[in-house]
């Protein structure tokens, strides 16, 4: 049987609720085999990142060329990478082999509101990844920093969406989140802009929210549905997620990626 593949580029977080692991979980769940090319390993639980050891950009690119020259992805997620030279890597990697389907989560700000890209690898995030996109998925105020407008409800949503829509190829999805308009998110694609409805749960534990979704995307895409329908199955997925109410760590911990897997008493 010949299974849809998808490839996560990000980091890992050895706690499991983000990065390349929630990816993986993600990407396995909604029915496609999940391949990984690993940025940098963190040291990070739910109260918490207190380490980051990057990889080489030499290193990037050799697990690059393993995939695409045995096992081609079908879609290609890319998380946070926070330097240039390995932005670089990747943006050229995507285009010698012509990859599709590519969903780029651009993880510039955190929830807290610091920056998390030094403005050279931002810089590099603009022109060679975001290029590349089939769909970006920022959320507020990462819209905020590659507009350089601010947006403070539905209307400035919508202009921003505009104006990304004008600045890079592909589609754009800005999630709004509590900050504007709580689960509600807006796609703008090839002209149109649709509001994306979405229900607003009750659960503090959101650890790794936007990994999970923007590979829950590329899951989709990779099995062939469209882009609307695409993100559409994504938010059906980690409202389920969400609602299974999985409560682990200290901190703002990890979704139940495995909610829909029957258990099993040994």
């Not at 499991?16 to 990070?44: C, E, F, R």
């Not at 979704?213 to 389920?240: D, Q």
Request: proline fraction near 5%.
């Amino acid at each position: 049987m010949k299974r849809k593949c998808v490839l996560t580029i990000a980091g890992s977080d050895c706690s499991g609720g983000a990065g390349i692991q929630a990816d993986m979980k993600t990407m396995q769940a909604n029915g496609v085999y999940a391949m990984s090319a690993v940025t940098a390993l963190t040291a990070q639980n739910t109260t918490g990142v207190y380490g980051i050891m990057e990889s080489s950009p030499e290193f990037l690119e050799s697990q690059l060329h393993c995939i695409f020259t045995d096992i081609f992805p079908d879609a290609v997620k890319i998380g946070m990478v926070s330097s240039a030279p390995l932005i670089r890597v990747i943006g050229d990697s995507l285009t010698k082999w012509k990859a599709s389907n590519i969903v780029v989560d651009p993880v510039m700000v955190s929830t807290s509101g610091s920056r998390l890209l030094r403005e050279d690898a931002q810089a590099a995030l603009m022109e060679r990844l975001l290029p590349l996109a089939s769909v970006i998925t920022p959320n507020i105020p990462e819209a905020e920093v590659l507009t350089g407008r601010s947006i403070t409800g539905e209307a400035q949503m919508e202009e921003a969406a505009r104006r990304l829509g004008e600045m890079y190829p592909g589609a754009v999805l800005i999630k709004g989140g509590h900050q504007v308009s709580d689960a509600n998110d807006l796609l703008y694609d090839r002209g149109r802009l649709v509001w994306l409805r979405g229900e607003r749960i009750d659960n503090p534990n959101t650890h790794g929210t936007g990994c999970t979704l923007s590979s829950a995307i590329a899951s989709n895409l990779a099995k062939g549905f469209p882009m609307e329908e695409s993100i559409r199955r994504a938010k059906v997925y980690i409202s389920g997620a969400l609602r299974a109410g999985l409560d682990l760590g200290r901190g703002s911990g990890p979704m139940d990626h495995g909610y829909a897997i029957p258990e099993t008493d040994f």
